[in-house]
C-alpha cells in the first residue's frame, strides 16, 4: 500500500496508518515531463525499449477479468468514503458499508472476506456482504489539538481469522474468540512542553505472508521509519537504517524481505531499499549516484522468479519543483541488474499501486485534479503486452479479497 507527507500543527508529521507518503506530488510541466521520461529511458537499454503504445482500453472481460476481488474506499451519494468491492469479472461493482460517516481505512479477510474498518473513530466488523454489523471498540470522539493521542487507524487482519491488529495509543491486538484487545506497543511522547509532542507512534502496516511477521509504520514528530513486529515473542526489530524511511512498501512473497521505494526527494530520501527481518537494510538505489544523478523509485513488488518490477525515474539534476515522472521497470531481485522497462507510458503521479500477484499486472490509481493526494481513476496495466484496462473512475486504499 503506497504515502504522502501531512501537515499537522504547523510540522509535518509521519502520521500512523502510513498515512505519509500516500499520494502523488504536484504535477510538472510538459518540458519536465519529457526530460525525466527521456533521462530515464536514456539510461535504460535502448534495444529492449518497447516500440509501439496500445492507445485503445479494451473491455476487462476481453483480457481474463481479475484474480480476485477487488476491495477499495469510493464515495457513496452523500460523498462519503465506504468500502465497495469489484467482483472478478473486473465489472460488476457493489457497495457493502453504509456508514453515517466517512470510512478512513479497512482490512478484508482472506479466507471469507469478512470485512474490519474504521469510521468514526470506531473499530467494526462485518460479514463479507456487509450485514451483521459489530462494533468492536469506540475509541471516543478525538482530540482536535492533538488528534493522534487516540485516533483508530489501520485494522490488519491476522491470518488465524481471529486477530486484528490495529492502532491506537499504539499497536493493539483484538481477539475475537475474547472479545477484548491488548496495547502491546503504547505509543511515545514527549510531554515536557505541556503538550503531548510525538516521539514514536505505532501503527499496522501489513502482515507478511506467512503471518509471522507485522510491518509497523513509525511516525515522530517529523518524519517516520519502520519496524518489523514478531507477535510470538512480542519482538520489536528496528531498521537499522538512519534518516525517514519511506514511502511504499510490499513484503516478498516468501516473507523473506520488505521492499521500501521512494519516488520523493528533499525532507525525505528518494530511492529503493530493501528492508530484512534482522533490521539490515540493503540501500538498492540510492537517492544520488552518482553526484548529481539523482534516482526515483515506487510501488516495488518482487514477482515471480526473483524479478522486481518498480516504478522508476533518473534525473540528470536536483528536481526543482513539481513531479518526477516515474517508468514502469523491471530487473533482477537487486533493483539493478538487467534494469529494462516494461511499459512506455510515464506516471507523473502514482498515489496507489496494486500489483496483481502474478505481476502480470498493476493497477495505478492516478489524481484526476490538482493537489488530490488520495484516490483517483484506476487503470490495470499489464506487463505482458495486453492493453490497458479502465477500471474504476475512483478507488482509495484497494486491497485484494477472496
Given amino acids: 500500500m503506497i504515502k504522502r507527507l501531512a501537515v499537522l500543527s504547523s510540522v509535518f508529521i509521519f502520521l500512523m496508518a502510513n498515512a505519509a507518503c500516500l499520494g502523488g506530488t504536484p504535477a510538472g510541466s510538459s518540458d519536465q515531463v519529457a526530460t525525466i521520461v527521456a533521462s530515464t529511458l536514456q539510461a535504460l537499454p535502448p534495444a529492449e525499449v518497447p516500440t509501439d503504445t496500445p492507445a485503445d482500453a479494451v473491455p476487462p472481460e476481453a483480457n481474463g477479468g481479475l484474480p480476485r476481488s477487488l476491495y477499495y474506499l469510493a464515495p457513496d451519494g452523500g460523498g462519503l468514503l465506504q468500502i465497495h468491492r469489484m467482483a472478478t469479472d473486473g465489472v460488476t461493482t457493489t457497495q457493502l458499508t453504509f456508514e453515517p460517516a466517512t470510512v478512513s ?9 469478512r470485512l474490519v474498518f474504521v469510521a468514526n473513530n470506531q473499530l467494526v466488523l462485518v460479514a463479507g456482504d456487509g450485514s451483521g454489523r459489530q462494533l468492536l471498540m469506540d475509541c471516543g470522539p478525538t482530540n482536535q489539538e492533538e488528534p493522534y493521542l487516540n485516533r483508530v487507524s489501520s485494522p490488519r487482519w491476522a491470518l488465524d481469522g481471529n486477530t ?29 512542553s505541556g503538550f503531548s509532542i510525538p516521539r514514536e507512534l505505532f501503527s499496522p502496516s501489513e502482515y507478511s505472508p506467512d503471518g509471522s511477521m507485522l510491518l509497523l ?8 521509519t519502520y519496524a518489523i513486529y514478531l507477535p510470538a515473542t512480542n519482538t520489536l526489530v528496528r531498521p537499522d537504517h538512519e534518516g525517514i524511511f519511506c514511502c511504499s512498501e510490499t513484503w516478498s512473497a516468501d516473507s523473506s524481505a520488505v521492499y521500501v521505494a521512494s519516488p520523493f526527494l528533499g525532507m525525505i530520501s528518494s530511492g529503493l531499499w530493501r528492508f530484512n527481518p534482522d533490521g539490515r537494510v540493503d540501500v538498492l538505489i540510492p537517492s544520488e549516484d552518482p553526484p548529481g ?3 526515483f523509485a515506487a510501488e516495488a513488488y518482487l514477482g515471480p522468479g526473483d524479478q522486481l ?10 528536481p526543482d ?12 531481485a537487486d533493483g539493478v541488474t538487467g534494469r529494462t522497462p516494461v511499459l512506455v507510458e510515464s506516471f507523473a503521479d502514482i498515489n496507489q499501486a496494486l ?12 489524481p484526476t485534479a490538482p493537489d488530490m493526494y488520495y484516490g483517483g481513476q484506476a487503470t490495470l496495466f499489464y506487463t505482458d503486452g495486453r492493453l490497458a484496462v479502465p477500471l474504476l473512475p475512483f478507488a482509495q486504499d484497494m486491497r485484494w479479497g477472496p
Fill in 355 to 366: 500489483w496483481l500477484p502474478d505481476a502480470s499486472g498493476v493497477i495505478v490509481v492516478q
Fill in 321 to 332: 519543483s513539481g513531479s518526477t515522472p516515474l517508468t514502469l521497470v523491471r530487473s533482477a
Fill in 293 to 295: 544523478t539523482f534516482h
Fill in 164 to 192: 486484528i491488529a490495529f492502532g491506537c495509543q499504539g499497536l493493539n491486538f483484538y481477539t475475537l474468540s475474547v472479545g477484548t484487545y491488548v496495547n502491546v506497543l503504547p505509543n511515545v511522547y514527549d510531554q515536557t
Fill in 105 to 113: 481505512s479497512f482490512d478484508v479477510n482472506p479466507a471469507d472476506g
Fill in 217 to 224: 509504520s513509525i511516525s515522530w514528530y517529523e518524519g517516520g
Fill in 309 to 318: 518490477y518498480y516504478f522508476y525515474a533518473s534525473l540528470p539534476n536536483y
